[in-house]
Every structure is written in structure tokens, then in C-alpha cells.
């Protein structure tokens, strides 16, 4: 008389257990691609914020002509002015005084001589865990980890030895990983008329 075929339940057993290892594997191995394309989409996400306010306070700081007030306690604020050159006009345009500087978790800018508040003010970015505003004089050597600057505002009203100013900003991750995001810049100062730089105005129009 001949068996019946089939499976034992041994071999079933057997298989399950190969499936159910194959299937933790493949889902850890979606889990951490999905897990992998959040981080790199937060990160292009908070490189391009970043870089815009970054972009914008450079532009502002830059061409400035003077500082009315500066503050590198947290939270870190400016209020200044600046001059630009007006192509139509063949003339340098004063642009009445700024301010920016961090309220809250947000980095706002301001027009008038006061720094923004929660109620006054445009945001530049938001999100924001920590802003720094560095000073550096003519004499400033750069060195060590972070530099620190050694111009102030009380030493030089004029701004005539101020050389550069660099910027860091950490943000707040907003994906499941948490954490922070952080990113610094340096760039000189234009406009205040030191010694050994072109005072001449910049044509944005060339």
C-alpha cells in the first residue's frame, strides 16, 4: 500500500523558523534604508534652510557702515546699517538701521534700532538650538578651536579695525534620529572703511 506524501511536522516547523529569519533580515533591511533616506532628506532640508539665512545675514553684514549695538550673550543680537550702491542712480544708498538677532527658537530680522521681538520682526529660520555671533579684529590671529574674537563695539565704535564675522548656527533635527544640526561661516567686512581695503561700494547690478 503507498504512503500519502506531504510534509512532516518537523519540516514545517524548520520552515517556518527560515521564513520568519529571512523576514526579520529583509525588514531590518527596509527599515534601515527607509531609516537612512529620512536622515539624508533632514539633512538636504536643513543644509538648504540654513544656507539661505546664512546667505541673507551675510549679505546684510557685509556692507556695514556701523553698529549701534551688538550682544554675544545668548541670545545673540545686531543692529546696524549699511550702504549699498545704486546703479540708476550712480549714488550709495544708506539703508536705515537693522536688526537681527535670536528669539526663542527662531532668528528674526528687524527694521528700526531695537532687536526683534516675539512680536516684531520676519523670520530668517526657525528651529533654531543655539546662534553665535564672533567679532574679529585686524589683529585676530585665528587660532584655536573656535576662534574667539577679540574686536568689540566698546573698544571700537568707528568698526574701523573690524576685520571679520563669523556666524554659527545649530538647528533641531526634526526627524525620528533627534539631535542637532550645525553649520558655521566666515567672511570679511566690506564697507567700514579700515585701513587696506576698498572703501568703494559694491554694484550688485554688474
Known amino acids: 500500500m503507498k504512503k500519502d506524501a506531504g510534509f512532516t511536522l518537523m519540516e514545517i516547523i524548520v520552515t517556518m523558523i527560515l521564513l520568519g529569519i529571512m523576514g526579520a533580515i529583509a525588514g531590518m533591511l527596509i527599515a534601515t534604508g527607509v531609516q ?28 556695514i557702515s556701523a553698529i549701534s549695538a551688538v550682544s554675544i550673550a545668548d541670545p545673540d543680537s545686531i543692529c546696524y546699517t549699511l550702504t549699498y550702491y545704486d546703479v540708476t542712480t550712480d549714488s550709495t544708498i544708506d539703508v536705515p538701521s537693522r536688526c537681527i538677532g535670536r528669539v526663542g527658537s527662531q532668528i528674526k530680522i528687524v527694521n528700526g534700532a531695537a532687536p526683534p521681538t516675539a512680536a516684531t520682526g520676519s523670520v530668517l529660520i526657525d528651529n533654531v538650538n543655539a546662534f ?50 550645525t553649520c558655521s561661516t566666515l567672511f570679511n567686512v566690506r564697507r567700514n572703511g579700515r585701513i587696506g581695503r576698498d572703501d568703494e561700494p559694491i554694484n550688485w547690478n554688474q
Do not use: C, H, V
Open 132 to 181: 553665535q555671533l564672533n567679532f574679529y579684529s585686524i589683529n585676530d590671529a585665528f587660532t584655536g578651536s573656535p576662534w574667539s574674537g577679540t574686536w568689540t563695539l566698546a573698544a571700537d565704535p568707528t568698526i574701523a579695525n573690524l576685520a571679520s564675522i563669523s556666524i554659527n548656527l545649530t538647528l533641531n533635527r526634526t526627524d525620528p534620529t533627534g539631535g542637532t544640526y
Open 36 to 63: 537612512g533616506y529620512i536622515l539624508a532628506r533632514t539633512n538636504n532640508e536643513l543644509s538648504q534652510k540654513a544656507q539661505l539665512a546664512l546667505d541673507r545675514m551675510i549679505l546684510e553684514f557685509e556692507d
